[in-house]
């Protein structure tokens, strides 16, 4: 079964569950304001015997009070628990002696009025003392977003400089000056590449509008070794950026779904490539992908909630060949 189709099953059934429970309260309290002793069965379902009809309510009952909970945990708790995930990488393009290169990773701040986890992730970002962080794309819900975003962008600490993309929600959204006196790099086609404790590190990126550039910033990799972070909100190019050596690919886009479920995971992640990269870690040919659940929600319509898919800050840290610690 399809995402959206799942998404849409499981939606109906939710409100099937609060029809009924509605049905059941409705009927109860007419018959009391009637001075009538509430009925099991006429309240639930007028063809089930007495027994079965009171079995039932329980169960309706315990499904409504357990779906509201799950709604109100997704909608005000959830969304505001930010959890940091950290990947361990071995290469042999970081030098020995460079020890640990850390690279954080933020993504989807969806910032508007109202919204916090962008400021929030300001501290603990720099709590985790990066050398680069990285941003890949969807700063905005709304122009009125902005001062957020900029503060945010503009709070990081890294050693070794803060590097981002745009992502869909961004275009025409942001002034094209909006980041350009904060102590950011963009990387809307291009690259630019660091030296870390004697270990080169290049950061490429691509904003939507200029993916027909990739291959000219794929070219950019031949020129000087170096391990290469590629920047793109979307997973869409992971194939060819496989094919070109990328050794790290990073995006965004999916939340992980905002919504999932046990032993399915994202309901619906609007993207390109379905489920097959819907958050997490992933290994395509030499090149590691990592989607990032991202730090906001969707905007526009959509509902601001999220269930089992918490906000995400993602730590890569980069080690020498043979060289990371033991877990």
């Given amino acids: 079964m399809s ?3 799942l998404a849409l099953a499981f939606t109906v059934l939710v409100g099937v569950v609060f029809f009924l429970e509605a049905r059941w309260l409705g009927v109860n309290l007419w018959r009391r304001a009637r001075g009538e002793r509430p009925s099991w069965w006429e309240g639930f379902w007028p063809l089930a015997g007495p027994r079965a009809a009171k079995a039932l309510t329980v169960l309706l009952n315990a499904a ?3 779906g509201l909970l799950c709604v109100l945990w997704g909608r005000f708790v959830e969304p505001g628990l930010i959890e940091v995930t950290t990947v361990t990488l071995e290469s042999a393009k970081i030098k020995p002696g460079s020890g640990r290169v850390r690279i954080v990773q933020v993504s989807d701040f969806h910032a ?13 970002v720099n709590s985790l003392e990066p050398d680069l962080v990285v941003f890949t794309g969807d700063a905005l819900n709304s122009p009125e977003g902005l001062k957020n975003a900029r ?5 990081f600490k890294a050693g070794f400089g803060t590097f981002l993309v745009s992502g869909n929600y961004d ?21 630019r590449e660091v030296t870390v404790r004697g270990s080169r590190v290049r950061v490429s990126g691509l904003s939507l509008v200029n993916a027909p550039d990739f291959r000219y910033v794929m070219g950019m990799l031949r020129a000087e070794p170096a391990f290469d972070v590629f920047l793109f909100h979307f997973t869409d190019l992971i194939d060819q950026a496989a094919a070109a050596g990328v050794d790290l690919y990073l995006a965004g886009h999916t939340h ?3 919504v999932r479920l046990p032993f399915y995971g994202a309901l619906v992640t609007l993207s390109a490539t379905g489920k097959k990269y819907e958050a997490g870690l992933y290994r395509v040919g030499p090149t590691t992908l990592y989607v990032n659940r991202g730090l906001g929600m969707e905007g ?3 509902p601001r909630v999220r269930f089992l898919c918490r906000p995400e800050i993602t730590v890569f840290d980069l080690y020498p060949a043979g060289m990371a610690p033991a877990r």
């Fill in 3 to 5: 995402g959206p189709v």
């Fill in 64 to 66: 409504a009070v357990m």
């Fill in 112 to 124: 508007e009025p109202g919204t916090t986890n962008e400021l929030k992730a300001v501290g603990i």
């Fill in 151 to 155: 503060e945010a962008l503009g709070g």
């Fill in 171 to 191: 275009m025409g959204m942001i002034p094209e000056a909006a980041f350009k006196d904060l102590p950011v790099v963009e990387l809307e086609s291009g690259s």
């Fill in 256 to 258: 992980g779904g905002q």
């Fill in 300 to 302: 526009g319509l959509a």
